[in-house]
């Protein structure tokens, strides 16, 4: 099994919402951060949400500030991305990320350890 697994990509209209989801697993689990990027074609990788092991720290692109929420359920090791009041900028492939690195920075691509492989996300105007 792949050691994290995004769902809850869709296409989706301006305004609507969507709720993302990545399940670790193997190495994955034991992770200090979780972040989630994308990347619209064209453009680099970048930063949209992050969150520590335990939920008490949370990291959010500017872009995204206000309308998207990151969660976890380390019960069943998943971490969920909400997002509403979607844009049409806001179309790309979502990827969940983990970091094993004690003081990873959240907005770092090369500190993180496991990727997805990524869901699309298409907001409709």
């Known amino acids: 099994q792949a050691p994290l697994v995004e769902s809850g990509g869709g296409l989706v209209q301006v305004g609507g919402s969507l709720r993302l989801s990545c399940v670790a697993s193997?190495?994955?689990?034991?992770?200090?951060?979780t972040a989630w990027f994308r990347q619209a074609p064209g453009l680099e990788r970048e930063i949209v949400a992050g969150?520590?092991?335990?939920?008490?720290?949370?990291f959010y692109g500017d872009p995204v500030k206000g309308r998207f929420t990151a969660s976890r359920d380390n019960a069943n090791n998943t971490v969920y991305l909400q997002m509403d009041n979607l844009k049409p900028e806001d179309t790309a492939v979502y990827y969940c990320?983990?970091?094993?690195?004690?003081?990873?920075?959240?907005?770092?691509?090369?500190?993180?350890?496991?990727w997805g492989q990524g869901t699309q996300v298409t907001v409709s105007s």
């Open positions: 990320a983990t970091s094993n690195t004690l003081g990873a920075s959240f907005s770092r691509i090369h500190h993180y350890d496991y």
């Open positions: 969150i520590s092991k335990s939920g008490g720290t949370t």
């Open positions: 193997g190495g994955a689990v034991n992770s200090y951060i």
